[in-house]
């Protein structure tokens, strides 16, 4: 299942929907939504994610997305002022031919989770995450979606709403997905408290790159039959050779990441299999996390710090070993035309459970 988080930053414009923007002499900063709403809605159709979660937009932005992409998609969400239309939404959009929502409500990010326009902590803002409970149409079974937004000024308040959401999700005995606008670099208390911290390794392809390509060679190797002589010198065998203590110190390996991993959030990046991480990695296998690593690029304002990476897929597993992740990307928020389609890119994954 292919999940999509976007924060399409919100509209100060007005409504929008009907009306004709004037076009600028080149496309250059903050366009107005009515221009950049078009391509937000060709990035949701061009790449067709079954769930998306957006963050920012006020209600008449929610109605322009419903209006662009209601043959496909259904959507819920509320307004996080009063729960109701007043204040930005984190509202998600799901194909509706493939799955049906059993259940949503809006979970405030503070010390009163269930009291509509509460602030917490140290926030500016009062914050909160759409909870859904999914089913799949095809076999019935259910997944849990949290859609958020943490603040962007108090650091304290992005802790407390991770550990409102870990707590909230640690009760959840099927796979819980959140995705998100964390305003957290990894190194911040949000996103630390959501992944307990644990260690990363760098996945992507050029860090990988002498494996890469001696595994490929190998595909090679084994498929026809014959050895292959590596640009390094190096012939390769027509099998690999595995040592029984290997096999062991993988296995342990395996365990002890899916303990970590049963009751926190792991970021999809870094659960990307690879063909790498995968012994057994077929062709179709992906080589590392698909183009940026920053998702939060900014309109060009001087006094902006960016890019960062503060946008998120996770996910929490009581039992991990049954969930894969397919496909990883961060996709681009601007192309050859100039035209900055948000202040942060999408962000992809694509989950196999």
């Not at 307004?79 to 409500?105: M, S, T």
């Amino acid at each position: 299942m292919k999940f999509m988080t976007f924060n399409i930053r919100l509209d100060l414009g007005g409504e929008s929907y009907a009306a004709a923007p004037e076009l600028p002499e080149q496309f250059q900063g903050e366009l107005p939504w009515s221009i950049r709403k078009w391509k937000v809605g060709d990035t949701v159709l061009m790449w067709e994610p079954d769930i998306v979660g957006f963050q920012e937009p006020l209600y008449h932005q929610v109605m322009d997305l419903d209006a662009m992409l209601c043959d496909e998609y259904a959507w819920v969400g509320a307004g996080r002022v009063n729960g109701q239309k007043e204040g930005e939404f984190a509202p998600v959009f799901y194909k509706k031919n493939i799955l049906k929502v059993e259940d949503w409500h809006t979970l405030w990010l503070s010390e009163q989770p269930g009291t509509p326009g509460s602030v917490g902590w140290d926030a500016k803002h009062p914050r909160i995450a759409t909870v859904v409970t999914f089913s799949r149409l095809s076999d019935g079974s259910r997944f849990f979606v949290y859609n958020t937004h943490f603040d962007h000024e108090g650091s304290e308040s992005r802790k407390g709403a991770a550990q409102v959401i870990l707590d909230h999700a640690k009760q959840n005995s099927e796979l819980s997905i959140l995705m998100g606008d964390l305003n957290s670099p990894e190194s911040d208390g949000g996103y630390v408290t959501l992944t307990g911290g644990q260690a990363k390794q760098d996945n992507s392809s050029w860090k990988n790159i002498d494996d890469l390509n001696q595994k490929t060679q190998l595909k090679v190797a084994t498929h026809t039959g014959n050895p292959v002589r590596t640009t390094e010198g190096m012939t390769l065998p027509t099998h690999r050779v595995i040592r029984p203590g290997q096999i062991l110190q993988n296995l342990q390996r395996q365990r002890q990441q899916q303990e970590q991993e049963q009751n926190v959030f792991v970021d999809t990046r870094y659960a990307l299999e690879t063909i790498v991480t995968n012994q057994n990695a077929r062709g179709s296998t992906i080589s590392g996390p698909y183009g940026n690593f920053d998702t939060f690029t900014g309109f060009g304002e001087p006094d902006v710090v960016a890019p960062t990476k503060i946008d998120y897929i996770m996910m929490m597993h009581h039992h991990p070993e049954n969930t894969t992740v397919r496909r990883f990307g961060v996709l681009s928020n601007m192309f050859d035309d100039r035209l900055l389609i948000s202040d942060h890119r999408p962000v992809v994954a694509v989950i196999d459970w």
